[in-house]
């Protein structure tokens, strides 16, 4: 806190948060008033608050202290405190104000009046102009004594003036007094600079020259240390920008094969250890092919040779490149040869003798820098957020430390020609502090305590409060209910950890809250909201063993995730140690989310054939998704939280099989990834991510169906033995239907581009349509299968009497695929396609495709293919049977031992 002259004004600058006007004695009775003028600048949108508070105390607790607040956020408005019962009414807009200026506020405070009566507000501007009054009351049950006021800097560094206090007689004979009273948030003997500095260049006479270690000053009291060298005949100079506007400008076109670097930099008096550090500054470029170190810090405080890029601390610049690039180098990232990595900042094309503007946010907690760009006078915009040491560390980089920045500076590159401009730097070292901020979230149910299943829609017989409690205390904080729609809003202090709870009143019997929905709240300083999502899980009571159950809107079961949650657990289910079969019979529909058959003997079927039940679902490789656990399955209660992501495993099938004699009948499996963008993903958080990252922008309206878009992602994944596949569809486009087991597949339809049939084993594929799914733009072709199988003793693939075929779908484009590819190489892949159909106008698979050496290695076959009415083979050449000539066409039985599907015939 400092008095200064600013916009014509003598006032008193906040930089350091708070500083606070103690009366005393206490106004309890009678009237009071205080006003006092305030430079709002329409650039920020939170220049101050003003707290009537009832204590002297240094704030702790602001919902216990504070009656009233005054809040210029862009929408100047009068709130009822910081408490739940926040009220927020408009007092003016920025629109009304225009242009920054000075405002001057009145605030009353009449004891004698009604409630909503008792406290008025008001603002005019400058010339007098009103800009509204709002009379309200204090916040409800607390203590209006006033004691102190607070003046609070928010965004930037803040300018009052003309203050002045008056109240009728009190109690106590003492005048009151009314002098700011700042508080100290470091050592006493530490004198650092302000929170905020600042340079323009705009008092400085055009023409005004600068050398090498001369210095500018600036708003804060700062020095911009001036650089320049020795071989430079043109020194810095200030320029006019636009009547009345200079900036400062460095070139270092002279003296061809000299260093001719120059730049500015600002050293503060102590190291900045702010929570974020802001630095700001318009620049204009006369060369765009050469670059320029823009911004670049320093922390020698943590320098260290065996950990940095350089021993004096660098650690982190945005700098241009050629072709008017932006790009941000991070210096414990490695890029090539032990240079620090580079990092692309999209979205950025330098224009020569252009403005520009660039704001560069460096935050200490998650160790983010945070690149914003403008044009000209137009809005800043976020065009990068990095991570520093995300990438491959540089030698020696364990972590990185939380920054003590104590040097900000620009360079010219030197060695070659660039004429480089710098206007309006502003630097702000910003600390967070306690602050009561909007904490909501929303309550789910869920069937049972099965994490497999979907989540549902709150159950409204559920009523009670959520009561958060700080760590260490004993008393809530805040105490909020939950709405019968599952919602709720509250008000929590930054900087602390809570404990939830759940105080029923009614409907709870029956539910238990989720392990996730106990994890306590961490609400960080600087945050700007909080939100954490409940999930009730229902006490599922045991059935009694039945063998078959029903899926449908109308039925026992909504989905089959919830039949699935009672199967596990039947009673009486297990018989002389076997399971007893169920057959669960799914209506008509479309049934969402991923689903896990994880117990023996289950068969699934559609109560109408010719109506097949949709399982859908949306997950693929190379993304990273809330609803994830932390074993890349579903798991509701982190679907539910949405507070951390995972990737997903078993290329994201929509139906995972792992238990025995599983039986599927005229099912639709479908996974939607490469297909379109569901509101449902988008909704869960889809973003690249994982090992194997697919850096593809899913967004409402993206064309996925592209060669470039499609990823892995299965609609159907079996790790299971003895498992029949009967009159089902199976959509997707990259590896559809993976194999892990004996299995047999009997009158299906199979959709796919790329290994769209892939696994291993003893399988066998009788009588089924193989379709190209196709590319949307491009004519690609694919590979049918894909066969790895667990041993050289396993039979592999036999695919006879199908026929390949194309999607319906007119929109789409084909190209000439293969038969497949020898995923195992060796013995271990082995495929034989026996009595294949090409229907009209499909292309002709062509030969084998190498995945695991050469392909003559692996027993690869194709036998009898045939047009459609024709009978003659179009693959008798070696290429189509690169292992040599068939001896013998193998038969269904060969493939299955002493198993015989109870849906194969012999015939």
Known sequence: MQVVEYEGETALQITSRNAYMEIDPAVVQGNASFSFDVYVDTSVDRNFRVYLENTVTEISDPNNIVFAELINNR???????????????????????????????????????????????????????????????????????????????????????????TCSPQPTAPPPTASPTPRPTIDPSITPDPAVQSWTFDSIDIGTTYESGDTISGVGGGELAITKAEADTIPPTVKERAAGDGYLEFNDATTAGTVRQAGWAYTPSVPMEGDRITVEFDFIKGDTDKDTILFRAFDSVNADSSNTYASDGRVFEVKTGEDGSLKLSDYFSAGSAGKPLDIDISGVTLRENTWYGLRVVYTKADDTVKVYFKTGS????????????????????????????????????????????????????????????????????LFSHDLKNSLEPFDSTIAGTLEFTKSGE???????????????????????????????????????????????????????????????????????????????????????????????????????????????????????????????????????????????????????????????????????????????????????????????????????????????ELADGVEPGGGSRKDFTRASGANVRTKAATERAAALAVDADYCEIIGCKMVSSQDTLYTGGMMYFKDCEIYGNTDYIFGGDNVVFDSCDLVWYGYSGSRDGGHITANKNGSETDAGYFLTGCTVKRNPDSSMSFGAGTFGRNWGGGLLSKVFFYDTTIADGVDLPSTWSAMGGSVSESPLYAVNTHREGSASDLTTSSSYNPHGTATSVPTIADYFGDWVPSNYSAE
């Open 75 to 165: 929408n100047s408005q009068v709130n009822a405190g910081p408490g739940i019962d926040v009220q927020n009414n408009p007092l003016f807009t920025y629109a009304q104000l225009g242009e920054s200026q000075w405002v001057h506020f009145d605030i009353e405070l009449d004891y004698t009046a009604a409630d909503s009566e008792f406290i008025t507000m008001s603002a005019a501007k400058a010339d007098g102009t009103p800009l509204g009054e709002v009379k309200m009351s204090a916040i409800d049950d607390k203590d209006t004594s006033l004691r102190s006021i607070r003046l609070v800097q928010t965004a930037a560094a803040c300018c009052f003036a003309n203050m002045s206090f």
């Open 378 to 445: 137009g809005e800043y915009s976020l065009k990068s957020t990095v991570v520093l040491g995300s990438g491959t560390k540089m030698s020696g980089v364990t972590e990185v430390p939380a920054l003590s920045l104590d040097k900000l500076m620009c360079v010219t590159p030197g060695g070659g020609s660039v004429v480089y401009g710098v206007d309006n730097i502003w630097v702000e070292n910003y600390v967070y502090v306690p602050e009561d901020v909007s904490v909501t979230g929303e309550a789910y149910t």
């Open 474 to 680: 004993t008393e809530p904080y805040a105490t909020t209910a939950l709405s019968s729609d599952g919602t709720y809003s509250t008000e929590l202090e930054t900087g602390s950890t809570y404990t939830v709870e759940f105080v029923p009143t009614s409907g709870t019997a029956e539910y238990t809250l989720s392990p996730m929905s106990l994890e306590p709240l961490d609400l960080k300083l600087g945050e700007e909201s909080g939100h954490k999502n409940l999930l009730f899980m229902k006490n599922r009571e045991p059935v009694e063993y039945k063998d078959t159950v029903y899926v449908g809107a109308d039925k026992e079961y909504k989905n089959l995730n919830e039949a699935m949650a009672d199967i596990r657990t039947m009673v009486g289910r297990e018989e002389n140690g076997v399971q007893k079969p169920v057959t669960i019979i799914l209506d008509p529909g479309t049934y969402y989310g991923q689903v896990i058959i994880d117990v023996p003997h289950i068969t699934i079927k559609s109560a109408d054939p010719s109506n097949r039940a949709v399982l859908s679902n949306y997950y693929g490789i190379g993304y990273v998704y809330y609803s994830m656990g932390d074993n890349s399955y579903y798991n509701a209660d982190y679907a539910a939280a949405k507070i951390r992501k995972n990737t997903a495993t078993r290329w994201g099938a929509t139906v995972r099989v792992t238990g025995d004699y599983f039986t599927a009948e005229d099912i639709y499996f479908d996974n939607t990834f490469n297909q379109v963008v569901t509101d449902a």
